[in-house]
């Protein structure tokens, strides 16, 4: 496998799906006519930023525009970051927010006209996490653009951002790709195993970012350890969950990743007990062994209330609470269900 584009080396041409923002990329381009100002919203994962900087070389490039072989100065420098027509808004500081003095700043500077570009691009990196003040500061240079300027705002939480910001920009939205179009991308250009795209497709939720980023990385081995964890679980009862939710939440990236890994086994092992002839309605098809062997002590009924009570928990990965106390909840609350039923 090659090593996965970066966010910022990206071309149009190397973007996984978003068909039609391409061709209305492509149209703007043609009409010389980019919006002033845009909003790139969606799930965590599934390309905002790597467009953002396609974009952006796009509506700067003095080559082969869209192509991942052009080497024209503008894509290069975007590429490195070096761009100074370029500039990066994003959370700082203990209060992990973009400050009114940033917005400021850019007011400074946003009406003089580019060093080198057709436009200068600011880039703003959860752009939900503007303070109120930033916020409001923004909105003057919005309804006064320069034409020069492009801005691009980036976020996973698009009812976050403020009303009167989101009716002044041009709106879109990033959806997950379909796991057939996702794994023949990752197949083709990135040169991942098929056997293993078929799994990370599955997996990823349609999110090429997070495919990608399984398919490079050790995900195998941190689903291995959360069955593991689990089995010990169900072995030695409440004794063990504290023990449980400290391991799997230690193993995960964050507390979404162990939420939806847990919810991905539990649906598989209601799966595996309504249709236990049809392993390819599995999702960890590479541990149909293990599904196969711990289904036979659960009911269809507290399979059913465990998936229901993950799904009803995910809004708690938008608290600032300790992973591991929302497992140990969670965990309880599962094990409940399931000896219950």
Not at 208 to 223: D, I, S, T
């Amino acid at each position: 496998m090659i090593k996965p584009l970066e966010a910022h080396e990206h071309q149009l041409d190397s973007i996984a799906g978003h068909a039609l923002l391409k061709k209305m990329t492509r149209r703007f381009a043609e009409m010389g006519a980019f919006p002033h100002a845009m909003i790139f919203h969606g799930p965590a994962g599934v390309g905002k930023k790597s467009f953002a900087y396609a974009m952006a070389k796009f509506i700067n490039c003095v080559g082969e525009r869209g192509s991942l072989s052009c080497g024209c100065p503008a894509c290069r420098k975007i590429s490195r970051q070096t761009y100074i027509d370029l500039k990066i808004l994003k959370p700082e500081g203990s209060s992990r927010t973009i400050k009114i003095e940033n917005i400021r700043a850019l007011q400074e500077t946003a009406y003089i006209t580019p060093v080198e570009a057709h436009r200068k691009i600011v880039f703003f990196f959860e752009a939900e996490k503007m303070s109120r003040g930033a916020a409001n500061c923004i909105l003057k240079i919005l309804e006064e653009p320069p034409r020069h300027l492009a801005m691009i705002l980036i976020t996973d939480n698009y009812n976050y951002l403020l009303p009167t910001i989101r009716s002044r920009c041009m709106n879109f939205r990033f959806s997950p790709l379909p796991v057939k179009e996702l794994r023949d991308w990752l197949i083709k250009p990135n040169r991942v195993d098929e056997a293993l795209a078929e799994i990370v497709a599955a997996l990823s939720e349609g999110k090429p970012g997070v495919a990608l980023e399984m398919a490079r990385g050790a995900f195998h081995e941190r689903r291995g350890a959360m069955v593991r964890e689990l089995e010990t679980l169900e072995k030695y009862g409440f004794a063990a969950i504290f023990r449980t939710a400290h391991k799997i939440g230690e193993s995960s990236k964050d507390l979404h990743t162990a939420l939806n890994d847990l919810l991905i086994w539990y649906r598989d092992l209601l799966v595996n007990r309504i249709a236990p002839d049809n392993p390819a309605l599995l999702i960890n098809r590479d541990f149909s062994e293990a599904i196969s062997s711990a289904v036979s002590q659960y009911s269809v009924r507290g399979l059913y209330e465990a998936c229901r009570t993950l799904m009803e928990r995910q809004w708690l990965t938008q608290r600032m609470v300790p992973a591991f106390l929302v497992l140990m909840v969670i965990l309880s609350e599962i094990g409940t269900s399931l000896k219950k039923a």
